[in-house]
């Protein structure tokens, strides 16, 4: 049913039982009950607060490539944060993004004012605050190496600027990844803080040469990962340092194909999650291929690999 607050206070921005797979790169997930899109911090806040006010559960999301909605459905609000203000200062080389604007765009315009340090994500997906949230890690860097600090809405209510041990960063983690991660159960979903801000310590370097980064990182990254077809990955962190893709290519698994979801041998840590002329897959596909993928490295390795990507939604 239609939630008449939202609708009040975003008018034709909200909508209510919306498909989330037609929204989310990876184009999986069932129908959620509310839907919202906000462009700048000051409805991204408005947005929180009603729903904490109507207790109705919520998820931030930026480009949902890092997130997997149940087929059963979420039965609350997702926010999709698309805002994008973008601030540089060239004397103290920092960067402060809004959560919502595009890592690729952010890698842009710091290379235009000459400052480097973003370069090793050049060409993938994902906005600043999933990045931060999920301490994004590509060709040996983290994000964590150069998050100064963000400003974030507590639970409480309160705005709050904090260092960047607030986030208390780990391996392709944080403190609110790892409160998701340690759920006992997935249908329920915690009150974190949400990233507002973000403010980057980068350098000083010359054009050409953040451009000539760009470019190699750009092409290695794309050779890395399916990034023209709907994916979800990397499935999996590290283990103890080791890039998960070292156990996964060494193990075989029963299937390569469960319903429309795919493994794709060359790149092991990552599930094709759409199959041309049939369609999206199904979530409980990609979470059986993620299983499988599991009991064999665990089988042939004695270790547990632990996803890379949050769950949300009603579990069967
Ligand atoms: C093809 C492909 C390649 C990828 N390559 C890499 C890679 O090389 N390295 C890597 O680390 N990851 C990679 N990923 C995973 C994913 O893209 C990253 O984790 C990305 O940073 C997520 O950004 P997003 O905006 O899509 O976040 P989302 O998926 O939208 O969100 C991720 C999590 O962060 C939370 N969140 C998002 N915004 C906020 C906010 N403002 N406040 C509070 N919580 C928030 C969400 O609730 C969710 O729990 C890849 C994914 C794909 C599909």
Known sequence: MENSALKASFGERYRHHVIIRDQLITLAGGVVDHLLTVETLAELIDAVNLARRLKLEYVVIGQGSGVLFSD????????????????????????????GVLMQRLIVESASRDLTGLEFLAGLRGTVGGA???????NGVSLSQIVKSVTVLMPDGQIVTQPAQFMDYSEMSSRLTRVLAN???????????????????????KKEEIMRKIQHFSQQNRA?????????????KAYQGQPAERYLSQVETKRLVQGRAKLVPKQPNFILTHTAGLGASRT????????????????????WLEPNFICYGQWE
């Open 224 to 236: 890395a990962w399916p990034l023209t077809l709907p994916s979800l990955g990397p499935v999996f």
């Open 183 to 205: 759920r006992l159960d997935l249908t329920e979903t915690p009150e974190l803080p949400v990233i507002l801000t973000v403010t980057l310590q980068l350098s000083r370097n």
């Open 72 to 99: 059963v459905g979420f039965a609350g609000l997702v926010i999709i944060n698309r805002t994008k203000r973008l601030s540089i200062d060239v004397t103290k080389s920092q960067v402060i993004a809004d959560s």
């Open 132 to 138: 931060a949230v999920m301490n994004r890690q590509a």
């Open 284 to 303: 409980s596909d990609i979470m059986t291929l993620t299983l499988e993928l599991q009991r064999a490295v665990a089988k042939k390795f004695d270790l």
